[in-house]
């Protein structure tokens, strides 16, 4: 059993910059695809970005590429989202995920979820 628990969520004006990070308890961390995804007020929970075990592929949904980076740290069990140039339509709460693979995740093959942080961003 993986636990994944988030941090670094809160309010930021529009054009303004989050950092989350997201750590796992497992040691086996290195060998998950890892992702984060987010459910928007009203809406169904969505993809947003992913690695692979190694950090080698990155994935993204188009309305963040070029604004957000997913990175991770094997050796620190953690994985994070750099978002840059937030949106109010950014605003979510946002849930780290682990799963076989990077490529194609989805809601319905992600293993592990986190509990997830809020991302408030004001206009």
């Known amino acids: 059993q993986v636990q994944l628990v988030e941090s670094g969520g809160g309010l930021v004006q529009a054009g303004g910059s989050l950092r989350l990070s997201c750590a796992a308890s497992?040691?086996?961390?290195?060998?998950?695809?890892m992702g984060w995804f987010r459910r928007a007020p009203g809406k169904e929970r969505e993809f947003v970005a992913s690695?692979?075990?190694?950090?080698?592929?990155?994935y993204y949904t188009d309305s963040v590429k070029g604004r957000f980076t997913i990175s991770r740290d094997n050796a620190k069990n953690s994985v994070f989202l750099l978002m840059n140039s937030l949106k109010p339509e950014d605003t979510a709460v946002y849930y780290c995920?682990?799963?076989?693979?990077?490529?194609?995740?989805?809601?319905?093959?992600?293993?592990?979820w986190g509990q997830g942080t809020q991302v408030t961003v004001s206009s």
């Open positions: 690695i692979s075990w190694n950090g080698g592929r990155t």
């Open positions: 497992e040691r086996t961390f290195s060998r998950y695809a």
């Open positions: 995920a682990a799963g076989d693979l990077a490529q194609g995740m989805s809601v319905g093959n992600v293993e592990y």
